[in-house]
């Protein structure tokens, strides 16, 4: 079945970077636009960007610009997401999110990993 | 960047209630709109694409309506596995997520 599944919880000091994967199944890899959204502790959902997994292109939100990098590894299925300078403010669960149609940019999400939560404590 | 809204932000509702949340968006966005429900510590998941396409699986009782700036979401009939929070995104533009509605029980 068409499944993402995210790596596991971590635990980071301010000022440090953190990657997290995003490893893909059951379905054509390269064939769909992957997105990243947090979600802060009791807060809503946040847009971070978008990879096209078949060239690597990338979009990022404003806010995250400078900060945020995503890559994708066709070998493995696999998209990351590696967040820089990292603040107490950057706590927050982590999502993947495939969008539903093949090759459609302007999509919504139908699949979504299972989120990682990322914890920034000094 | 679209600003996305919604109201209200909490809903008290019985079961068998028709429920309907707004969400609108700050320009145009034509019908690139979708609606999300989430439960606590679970990935969202898609209910409503394109404004008003309903998702395969999701049952009949959810329906959205709108477009350019403004939308909602109805249930139909409440049923206890609907309350949940519920999130409005564009996607014309970028994305963004409207605030969310939490619908509880009354």
């Known amino acids: 079945q068409v499944q993402l599944v995210q790596s596991g919880a971590e635990v980071k000091k301010p000022g440090a970077s953190v990657k997290v994967s995003c490893k893909a199944s059951g379905y054509t890899f390269t064939s769909y636009y992957m997105h990243w959204v947090r979600q802060a502790p009791g807060q809503g959902l946040e847009w971070m960007g978008i990879?096209?997994?078949?060239?690597?292109?990338?979009s990022y939100a404003q806010k995250f610009q400078g900060r945020v990098t995503m890559t994708r590894d066709t070998s493995t299925s696999t998209v990351y997401m590696e967040l820089s300078s990292l603040r107490s403010e950057d706590t927050a669960v982590y999502y993947c999110?495939?969008?539903?149609?093949?090759?459609?940019?302007?999509?919504?999400?139908?699949?979504w990993g299972q989120g990682t939560m990322v914890t920034v404590s000094s | 960047d679209i600003q996305m809204t919604q109201s209200p932000s909490t809903l008290s509702a019985s079961v068998g209630d028709r429920v309907t949340i707004t969400c609108r968006a700050s320009q145009s966005i034509s019908s690139w709109l979708a609606w999300y429900q989430q439960k606590p510590g679970k990935a969202p998941k898609l209910l409503i694409y394109?404004?008003?396409s309903l998702e395969s699986g999701v049952p009949s009782r959810f329906s959205g309506s709108g477009s350019g700036t403004e939308f909602t979401l109805t249930i139909s009939s409440l049923q206890p596995d609907d309350f949940a929070t519920y999130y409005c995104?564009?996607?014309?533009?970028?994305?963004?997520f409207g605030p969310g509605t939490k619908v509880d029980i009354k």
């Open positions: 995104q564009q996607y014309n533009s970028y994305r963004t």
């Open positions: 999110a495939r969008v539903k149609q093949l090759a459609q940019v302007k999509d919504a999400f139908d699949i």
């Open positions: 394109k404004a008003s």
């Open positions: 990879i096209n997994p078949s060239g690597g292109s990338t």
